[in-house]
């Protein structure tokens, strides 16, 4: 998901068990600290790490969610997006007209 996702984009991973020394009760996963200590070293995932937040299921017990945020696309480490004057650009739309040369005002029919 990491790889196909766009510069800036959240990436979350949901449902994450726990290592099945942990959790014997389920198929066995990652503990956290592989997501912020091994992964981003070892497979060189283009994510900020300061972007990572973990939040436990509420449905099932011993498991949780991740959230990161791929590098790029005007998000920083403290997720403040990019102020507005940084936009590409504004595209303004004029009122139509009928036939009779009336506005609508802009707002549609």
Request: hydrophobic share 35%; aromatic share 12%.
């Amino acid at each position: 998901m990491i790889r196909i996702a766009k510069p800036g984009a959240p990436v979350i991973i949901e449902q994450v068990s726990y290592p099945f020394c942990k959790a014997k009760f389920d198929w066995g996963g990652v503990n956290q600290k592989f997501w912020t200590d091994y992964a981003i070293e070892q497979y060189g995932w283009d994510v900020d790490r300061n972007s990572m937040e973990f939040e436990d299921d509420r449905l099932f017990r011993k498991r949780y969610h991740v959230f990161m945020r791929k590098n790029g696309g005007g998000y920083n480490a403290t997720k403040e997006a990019q102020p507005l004057a940084a936009a590409q650009h504004v595209v303004t739309v004029p009122p139509e007209e009928d036939k009779d040369g009336n506005s609508d005002g802009g707002g549609g029919r």
